[in-house]
């Protein structure tokens, strides 16, 4: 379905994490290409020991934000880990970690969890998003 | 006349945009021309289908809502 979504995930907290997770599947499940391009705290959020771990949420959630969201939680909501993996398995979706980020959390991709599809540069981000729009969170 | 129903998904429960990812994937394992019907509870999911079904070309065949529950029938191209 056309031109690529761009995501740069640069926020690590799970609230952030989960609505770039809920964007992609909705792009994968119409056939869209997703291109998600990891920097810093959400690079961060991805390492394969801390992937699982509780990571917050923005400062704005505040304490009615944290019930809001381990309500849902308990409801049986998808984690955002478990949304990309879905997203994954339909197809058309590539996650790439920020190799400036890779330096400044001193990571190698052995450190990275494995829906993490590779390393590559801004250069290579722009050239794989094309005409599509690119979206920061 | 009944429909003749290929396959049926239970995403009662699950929230956006769980109930279209799972569709997305069921509809690949039935032949075109099949039917899917979906169950849903996701307030959001009546324009969802309907928004999946026209970019991706599977018709939407029925829907309905029963207490609150939604219920999708849908073709496969």
Not at chain 1, 55 to 70: C, F, K, N, Q, S
Not at chain 1, 82 to 102: N, P
Not at chain 2, 1 to 27: F, N
């Amino acid at each position: 379905m056309g031109e690529p979504l761009n995501v740069v995930l640069f926020s690590g907290t799970d609230d952030k994490l989960q609505a770039a997770a809920v964007l992609t599947a909705g792009a994968a499940a119409l056939g869209k290409p997703v291109n998600l391009f990891l920097q810093y705290w959400a690079l961060d959020a991805f390492r394969a020991d801390r992937i699982e771990q509780d990571h917050g949420l923005a400062p704005e959630a505040g304490a009615e934000g944290r019930v809001a969201v381990d309500g849902l939680r308990a409801a049986g909501q998808a984690s955002w880990a478990d949304t990309l993996r879905q997203a994954k398995e339909l197809g058309g979706v590539d996650i790439e970690a920020c190799s400036l980020s890779m330096d400044l959390l001193h990571l190698t991709p052995a450190d990275l969890d494995p829906l993490v599809d590779g390393v590559e540069g801004v250069t290579a981000f722009y050239l794989n998003a094309g005409e599509g729009q690119v979206v920061f969170i | 006349m009944t429909l003749q129903i290929t396959q049926t998904l239970d995403a009662r429960g699950l929230s956006c945009p769980m109930p279209i990812v799972k569709t997305a994937q069921a509809i690949k394992t039935i032949p075109s021309g099949g039917l899917i019907e979906v169950l849903a509870t996701d307030p959001g999911s009546v324009k969802d289908f309907a928004a999946w079904s026209r970019t991706t070309g599977n018709e939407l065949v029925e829907q309905t809502t029963d207490s609150g529950v939604f219920r999708f029938v849908l073709r496969r191209k």
